[in-house]
């Protein structure tokens, strides 16, 4: 079994930043695809952006420029730089993996359980 467990989320007046992470931790063989989502209250979960284990990046248009995603795979963990903050960035941030647990299994898709940001205007 896998966990990630997200940390970061607050409080922020707009403009400001904060800097998420999410730690995988368990069976963990490779991690392929590190993303983060973000659903907002009344909204649908969103794409916000995704690295890959090689880093390859990509990001929804709604934040690129503003937030840069990141990771460190001796740490099983991914960081989101969120700067120029906006109301509308307001939501529970969710982090996402795809897993293998070991050589011979396929990968998993796991999420965590959220951390909130709140962005003040």
């Known amino acids: 079994q896998v966990q990630l467990v997200e940390s970061g989320g607050g409080l922020v007046q707009a403009g400001g930043s904060l800097r998420l992470s999410c730690a995988a931790s368990?069976?963990?063989?490779?991690?392929?695809?590190m993303a983060w989502y973000r659903q907002a209250p009344g909204k649908q979960r969103e794409y916000v952006a995704r690295i890959t284990n090689s880093g390859r990046l990509n990001y929804a248009d709604s934040v690129k420029g503003r937030f840069t995603i990141s990771r460190d795979n001796a740490k099983n963990t991914v960081y989101l730089q969120m700067n120029s903050l906006k109301s509308e960035d307001t939501a529970v941030y969710y982090c996402?993996?795809?897993?293998?647990?070991?050589?011979?299994?396929?990968?998993?898709?796991?999420w965590g359980q959220g951390t909130q940001v709140t962005v003040s205007s």
């Open positions: 368990g069976s963990i063989f490779s991690i392929n695809v």
């Open positions: 996402n993996a795809d897993v293998k647990s070991s050589p011979r299994l396929g990968e998993q898709n796991y």
